[in-house]
């Protein structure tokens, strides 16, 4: 009997060196060290990612195509700008989801799951001890919510997730600028992860959305302080 052969492609370095500088972009959008209305110039970017233009290119695209990047008349792909309206109508979508996360990950949870989730809060609380700074924050938080996700077993709601947190960390700033409202994050995160270790999944989805209704409602006073210290001047 003949033997199947399975023939594979070779994997292009490109295509390696395009979620490297993607990543790379990405980290430097949620550290705010690109801006909103930042000019995503594909030559620029290449000589200071040290590749080609070819896959920072692609990186460019992919941040276009997921939302955290546009491109703008004359002068080509900018990191995104979110209004506050359209950051509410996500928390709106968000928190419906990460509450059916938080649910379905709760039915799949295992001893292990439960001990990564444990390491994660931990080492959250050792970033904000040290007073890492915000982008270790937000890495931290998406560390979490990712492995929530991932314990649901669910690539569709994974990926719509991905996208959507994606999106909502546009407005860090506005959101984790002070210390305590870090802290009150990590806090979230742990009632959530209590709901999860005693077995509830209602409790896990009725602690995730309220983490996220939180969240809006912050955003909605960091915006108003700011358009009271704006007509101050």
């Excluded at 295509?15 to 801006?35: C, G, H, K, Q, T």
């Excluded at 008349?73 to 938080?102: H, I, N, Q």
């Excluded at 959507?164 to 002070?178: A, C, D, E, P, T």
Aim: aromatic share 4%; with cysteine.
């Amino acid at each position: 009997m003949m033997e199947n052969k399975h023939i594979l492609r070779n994997v292009a370095s490109n295509s390696l060196l395009a979620d490297r500088a993607y990543e790379e972009i990405r980290v430097a959008i949620f550290a705010n060290e690109l801006p909103s209305g930042t000019s995503l110039s594909v030559p620029e970017l290449a000589r200071q990612l040290n590749v080609s233009r070819g896959p920072v290119r692609e990186a460019v695209q992919r941040l276009v195509h997921d939302g955290l990047a546009t491109y703008a008349p004359y002068r080509g792909a900018v990191v995104a700008s979110m209004s506050v309206e359209d950051l509410r109508k996500l928390y709106d979508v968000r928190e419906l989801l990460e509450g059916l996360a938080a649910r379905l990950a709760t039915k799949n949870l295992s001893e292990g799951s439960l001990v990564q989730l444990a390491n994660v809060l931990e080492e959250h609380q050792k970033v904000l001890d040290e007073e890492k700074g915000l982008t270790a924050h937000v890495e931290m938080d998406m560390k979490f919510h990712r492995l929530v996700r991932e314990l649901t077993n669910n690539v569709h709601l994974n990926q719509v997730l991905e996208n959507l947190q994606g999106k909502v960390h546009l407005s860090v700033y506005s959101l984790w600028g002070r210390r305590e409202a870090q802290q009150l994050a990590l806090e979230d995160h742990r009632k959530i992860f209590k709901a999860m270790s005693e077995k509830n999944p209602t409790a896990a989805e009725a602690a995730a959305r309220a983490h996220i209704t939180r969240l809006c409602a912050t955003l909605t006073e960091r915006t108003e302080q700011e358009e009271q210290a704006t007509e101050g001047f």
